[in-house]
């Protein structure tokens, strides 16, 4: 059934979601108060529902920042040598591309690229592609961009995003169409500061955010409060001393910790929770 309603979801996310599209979608309607529902046979059919409530808070929303992480049941995104291929199902793997159709931009941080060397299309679902953004405030891989498909990839754009102090160096790299330089994105501590980072891209028109990846970049926004929500899928897969996903600064009491609603699917073998960070 999501096959059948996807077309409509993209026709919603190409018209920035806060009006109807000109032509109304099939098995869609908009409703002003509790904006994007089902209607007909989708509407009546608990699969599609489910599915379909796991896209509706983003095409509700003109503007958001979500991030996406697969992990193990013991909480790794990768073996110990950054083997990640593949922790997630299939199904996942196509639950991740229709985000990314759904994006503006797909964010990855440098470590990623420099491990997995993702291309970050939405090869695997119809859809546009979104602008590829590199985060790394400190060029740390100015010696890979030979090396990256999303600099040798010209098919879809590519933005470096890095503090305004390397600008220089970057442009020399990559060209100066493909540098995104930001003032204070590196702050006095040496911290990154992804609220500068979702303001610069923004005013670029890239209003709607997936971070993808990996744990260190995910942890950053989720750490400084950037997140609307977290899509964290986990495997029925146990990796043992592999790479962790979500690591940040926590409460010392457990009556601090957050506790933000979720709601559970299932994706094939997987389970996938969607957070309200915002909760």
């Known amino acids: 059934m999501l096959d059948e309603l996807w077309p409509g979801l993209l026709a919603i996310a190409a018209t920035r979601a806060a009006a109807p599209p000109p032509v109304m979608p099939a098995g869609l309607r908009h409703d002003a108060q509790h904006g994007w529902q ?12 489910e599915r379909f409530a796991l896209f509706k808070p983003l095409i509700d929303l003109d503007s958001w920042v979500v991030a996406q992480l697969g992990q193990s049941l013991d909480g790794c995104i990768a073996t110990r040598t950054g083997d ?25 941080g440098a470590g990623t690229v420099a491990i997995d060397n993702p291309r970050l299309t939405t090869r695997h679902v119809p859809g546009p592609n979104p602008v590829r ?9 100015a ?12 098919s879809v754009p590519t933005l470096w995003l890095c503090d305004a102090r390397w600008r220089a160096q970057a442009v020399d790299l990559a060209g100066a169409a493909r540098v995104l330089a930001v003032p204070g994105l590196l702050r006095d501590n040496g911290a990154p500061d992804v609220a500068a980072a ?4 923004r005013a670029r028109g890239l209003k709607r955010l997936l971070v993808e990846g990996g744990g260190v970049t995910v942890s ?12 964290l899928s986990i495997a029925p897969v146990l990796i043992g001393d592999g790479r962790r996903g979500l690591l940040f600064p926590g409460p010392e009491r457990m009556g601090d910790c957050a506790r933000p609603r979720c709601r559970v699917y299932s994706l094939g ?11």
Request: glycine content about 8%; charged content about 25%; aromatic content about 6%.
């Open 133 to 141: 953004v590199l985060f790394d405030p400190q060029l740390g891989l």
């Open 84 to 108: 990640a291929a593949f922790v997630s199902g299939t199904e996942v793997l196509e639950h991740l591309h229709r985000l990314r159709a759904l994006s503006d931009a797909v964010i990855v």
């Open 220 to 231: 950053r926004f989720l750490a400084q409060r950037a997140l609307d929500r977290l899509h």
């Open 269 to 279: 073998g997987d389970r996938l929770w969607d957070v309200d960070m915002r909760s």
């Open 38 to 49: 089902l209607t007909g046979d989708a509407g009546r059919e608990t699969a599609a529902q």
């Open 143 to 154: 010696g890979g961009v030979q090396r990256a498909h999303v600099f040798t990839d010209r």
């Open 198 to 201: 979702v303001a610069a891209l």
